[in-house]
């Protein structure tokens, strides 16, 4: 791996642009997307999370832009200008409106929400019962394969991020997986490979080894990110990324030219 192209900054929840792109290098990569999560919705809980988090990217991307250009004059990497967008099906207009303006080098979309809550919340999930559970999970899966099936996005991030909430964790079934599967196989959006908790308590990557099977099945390349929001955290994202991409030899494709 030679680029990881999601990493975030504080134009969203992560750290400086100059730590972040700092410790691409030093984790030896040649180039470094930095994907800040972005959302144009109006639906309550994403205007909540604008005003409580400061995630302001469609207002700001622009300054990002002007920060990215004049680090990369010093940089010996290269810096892409990336989005992790919020997707819902509802809003694929607006969604369609703000990237065409916005024209980022390239997209990530993201499903962070099920029946308008954080998929992170362990509570929320928790204290639903099995067969709830279980239409969430497909809920989700329904709005990933329409993600796909919209084209909006170079990048499906973190396929199945329901299995960080331990409460969803392994109720996605194998007839998901081919669906989500067959959707990517048929559509310009690539998956993820994302570690975001792949050193922490879930312990995998996203996809899990099933999903990704069944993705190999049908031939769908990756594309890789380490989901940084510490600079710590991308060279042992990186090592660890790479020894997986070893073990399932597979070779991770940039998002720019597929
Ligand atoms: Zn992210």
Do not use: W
């Not at 604008?50 to 990217?57: M, P, T």
């Amino acid at each position: 791996m030679d680029r990881d192209y999601h990493v975030h900054s504080s134009y969203s929840d992560g750290r400086f642009l100059f730590q972040m792109v700092r410790a691409a290098a030093d984790a030896g990569l040649d180039g470094v997307g930095i994907a800040d999560h972005c959302n144009v919705s109006d639906r309550e809980e994403m205007t909540e999370q604008k005003h409580l988090l400061g995630f302001n990217l469609d207002q700001t991307y622009e300054r990002r832009r002007q920060a990215i250009d004049r680090l990369a004059e010093e940089s010996d990497i290269d810096i892409y200008d990336g989005v992790e967008m919020d997707y819902h099906p509802d809003e694929e207009g607006a969604i369609a409106d703000f990237l065409d303006d916005a024209d980022f080098d390239y997209t990530l979309g993201a499903i962070d929400h099920v029946e308008t809550v954080n998929v992170h919340v362990e509570a929320y999930f928790g204290s639903k019962d099995e067969s709830e559970r279980e239409r969430i999970v497909d809920d989700y899966f329904d709005r990933l394969v329409a993600l796909v099936e919209s084209e909006l996005f170079d990048v499906a991030a973190h396929p199945d991020v329901i299995e960080r909430n331990p409460a969803l964790r392994g109720l996605a079934t194998d007839d998901h997986y081919e669906r989500a599967a067959a959707a990517f196989a048929d559509s310009r959006t690539l998956p993820e490979l994302n570690a975001g908790r792949a050193l922490a308590e879930y312990g995998e990557f996203h996809p899990t080894p099933d999903f990704l099977n069944a993705l190999a099945d049908r031939d769908v390349p990756v594309v890789v990110g380490t989901d940084a929001h510490k600079p710590g955290e991308v060279g042992e994202r990186v090592r660890h990324l790479e020894r997986y991409l070893d073990k399932r030899n597979l070779q991770p494709v940039d998002p720019m030219v597929e």
